[in-house]
């Protein structure tokens, strides 16, 4: 049985203040729950070290939403893994089509980061998805195939299992459209075989895959339900601290 896991992927959203309002009132209502579902919270850089205190005494974790490839060194405006890892940081987003897309990532810059993470012990929420026209020309399988081969090349078994993969159908990011349970779940089902073909049938029972695009409270319990759906990767809904909460809830 692999533990549900739901992260909040807050995107370029909340300020000091309102980083301190979301949070508190996350944890209030996590309060009186003990959930079992792993719960992440990935705020942009600047609110981390306040994330890092506000959640002590509970049960969230902190992620990133970027980290940069090389150690250290002349890149400004960059942030390193070991940065995040001073911070508290224990999860870092990894290969969003966000930053594929308007930052020009590619697959081979994303298997550095995704090195250069696991490196610093962090754990990569690595994230794959096919384009709108990519599904319209049947392409779904081939390009989440190769953003897999090549986003996890050199990169060990036993590395592996700290990395959680994300199924983010590009389509239904912040389109409103989410992929039906059926959809995301034909896909999950595909990338786990291919964990099974490029590692074996341990890692690929093992590894988390999330969804990601558009899961709100009314959709997210049918898409948790499916076999091979280990959660989600929540970006709108997760800035509304009852509707992340109503998330949590539906992977219980
Ligand atoms: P969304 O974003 O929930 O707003 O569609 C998901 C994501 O980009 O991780």
Request: charged share 25%.
């Amino acid at each position: 049985m692999r533990q549900k896991f739901v992260a909040g992927n807050w995107k370029m959203h909340k300020d000091k203040s309102e980083t301190i309002e979301l949070i508190s009132s996350l944890k209030n209502k996590l309060s009186n729950f003990s959930v079992i579902t792993e719960v992440a919270i990935c705020p942009p850089f600047t609110s981390l070290e306040l994330a890092s205190e506000l959640i002590k005494n509970s049960t969230l974790k902190l992620g990133a939403q970027n980290v940069h490839s090389e150690p250290e060194g002349a890149y400004t405006g960059e942030i390193s893994a070991k940065m995040l890892k001073s911070f508290g940081v224990e999860y870092v987003i990894i290969g969003h089509s966000e930053r594929r897309t308007y930052f020009n990532e590619s697959n081979e810059f994303i298997n550095k980061k995704i090195k250069r993470a696991i490196e610093f012990d962090l754990r990569p929420i690595f994230c794959v998805g096919e384009t709108l026209n990519e599904r319209e020309a049947g392409k779904t399988f081939s390009v989440v195939e190769e953003q897999l081969i090549l986003g996890l090349q050199g990169i060990s078994e036993s590395d592996l299992l700290k990395i959680v993969i994300a199924y983010e159908p590009v389509w239904a990011i912040g389109t409103g459209k989410t992929a039906t349970p059926l959809q995301a779940q034909e896909v999950h089902f595909f990338i786990r075989e291919k964990i099974k073909s490029i590692y074996d049938t341990k890692s690929s029972e093992k590894i988390k895959i999330l969804y990601g695009g558009s899961v709100k409270p009314e959709n997210a319990r049918d898409l948790f339900l499916q076999p091979d759906i280990d959660g989600g990767l929540i970006g709108g809904a997760c800035l509304n601290p009852d509707s992340f909460f109503k998330i949590i809830l539906s992977a219980e």
